[in-house]
């Protein structure tokens, strides 16, 4: 999706002024692009009608021109679809704040409770206790129990001979007892939205009254995902939607539709098969990683768990100022190493999402190439890389056992990277045309 919309926003951008026909040439392409990301057809219809209405009242300005313009309502209007704002979940005055997690069998719910134990216990300090109400699929109360205890939260379990509702009741009286803040029910799932389903929900819901209920679907069955969020809509009432699975390939549709679709919003977002893997859902950066232009503030907010914030701010002002080297790059590299496969990381690296780049294995032992090729620079070098030509390049391939080419290619990529880092520092839209072109 990203790269359609870039080919077709980058194409609009190039001409100079914007005419009804190139809106409209814009649209057909922008909606066959949604669709073919697997986006509910009425929700493209609405989508690209109240694009199209806001760029035909386009006043040029100075800043932008109408492609850059185009892409800001195209932006704008993806974000308002997903629900504007960022929301949370709202904690009852009187604890333990009670979850409900629904969806149906493998779309992720017991994977999200643990994640979402570990979340709120790590950024809200709560003490979070998750109850194994799934009895019927094998070994469901084990997996809750070892990623539950992974993710640092007290499971109550009583096995899989027990009534869910019992379970259930029983759980949120342990809560109480041990003072818990927060407790987390898992449920069962079915392989459809079914009767069994609902009654079982409804009848948990009636046993511990929980505040937030969350519907788990999963990303990676595209439309799919909109549909089961439907049909739970029609016959359940739930808060807030977690979007699992969103590290697979179908990364924008199903998120466009389901808050346009059910009217709930997307409160968290599941990115991976780890407990880390899991953050806050922002309609905001979600679309302008759908738009190609890289998720530099999760990026950002994820160093950030790793670097402190004092440094983090002097990172920020660094970019901003363009004084970021190679000497922090380095430095960087070697946090973000530490937090894990960097393919899931590279996604959101601007100017890489959407990119070949971001698509493929990330070999580890390149990064140990690049790490060898700063090390082997001088600290001036690192601080001033646009001085590493000639004899300089020699020493620091030699010096690092790498070649000449790949020496030129890094302090190339890093060059770049900084201007696209820079741009979106101040607020620019980054120029997507030559982010493409490489
Ligand atoms: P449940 O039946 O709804 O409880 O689903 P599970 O939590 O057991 O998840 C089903 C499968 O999906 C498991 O193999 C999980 O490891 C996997 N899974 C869950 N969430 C994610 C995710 O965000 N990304 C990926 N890649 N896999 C996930
Ligand atoms: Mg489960």
Redesign the pocket.
């Known amino acids: 999706l990203s790269e359609k919309l870039q080919g077709t926003l980058a194409g609009v951008r190039q001409r100079g002024a914007l005419t009804e026909d190139d809106i409209n040439k814009a649209m057909r392409e922008i909606r066959l692009a949604l669709l073919e990301a697997d986006v509910n057809f009425k929700v493209v219809k609405q989508f690209t009608s109240s694009v199209k209405e806001r760029a035909l009242g386009i006043e040029i300005t100075k800043q932008l021109n109408p492609g850059q313009q185009v892409i800001k309502i195209v932006n704008e209007e993806l974000t308002a679809l997903m629900g504007g704002q960022s929301a949370g979940i709202t904690f009852s005055p009187r604890p333990p704040t009670v979850i409900l997690?629904a969806?149906?069998?493998?779309?992720?719910?017991?994977?999200?409770?643990?994640?979402l134990a570990k979340l709120l216990s790590e950024q809200n300090g709560s003490s979070v206790a998750v109850a194994a109400c799934?009895v019927y699929?094998p070994a469901?109360v084990d997996?809750l129990i070892k990623?539950g205890a992974q993710a640092g939260a007290t499971v109550y379990e009583r096995g899989t001979d027990a009534d869910p509702v019992d379970i259930a009741g029983w759980a949120l009286d342990q809560a109480k007892r041990d003072g818990k803040d927060v407790l987390i029910v898992?449920t069962?799932?079915r392989l459809h939205v079914d009767q069994a389903l609902m009654a079982e929900l409804a009848n948990i819901k009636k046993r511990v009254r929980p505040h937030v209920v969350l519907l788990?679907v999963?990303?990676?069955t595209g439309q799919d995902a909109v549909n089961v969020a439907e049909q739970f809509a029609e016959v359940a009432q739930f808060d807030g939607v977690i979007l699992?699975?969103?590290?697979?390939d179908a990364r924008g549709g199903a998120a466009l539709s389901v808050k346009a679709v059910t009217g709930k919003p997307i409160l968290f977002?599941?990115?991976?098969?780890k407990l880390g893997?899991?953050e806050k859902f922002h309609p905001d950066r979600m679309a302008q990683r759908i738009l190609g232009m890289g998720d530099v503030l999760s990026f950002i907010e994820k160093a950030e768990q790793q670097v402190d914030q004092d440094e983090a701010k002097e990172l920020e002002r660094k970019l901003r100022k363009n004084q970021f080297t190679l000497e922090d790059f380095l430095d960087q590299l070697k946090k973000i190493r530490k937090m894990g496969p960097l393919t899931s990381l590279l996604g959101m690296i601007p100017g890489l999402a959407g990119h070949q780049l971001s698509k493929m294995n990330v070999d580890e032992k390149e990064l140990d190439r690049v790490e060898a090729m700063i090390l082997s620079m001088t600290p001036y070098e690192r601080r001033h890389p646009e001085l590493i030509k000639g004899s300089r390049r020699l020493r620091i391939a030699k010096g690092s056992g790498t070649t000449v080419q790949q020496v030129n290619q890094l302090v190339k990529q890093f060059d770049q990277m900084r201007k696209v880092m820079r741009g979106i520092q101040q607020g620019k839209m980054p120029d997507l045309g030559q982010i493409m072109r490489g």
């Open positions: 997690m969806g149906l069998q493998g779309s992720g719910k017991t994977t999200a409770t643990a994640k799934d699929r469901a997996q990623v898992d069962s799932g788990v999963d990303a990676m699992s699975k969103l590290d697979g977002a599941s990115t991976g098969e893997d899991f």
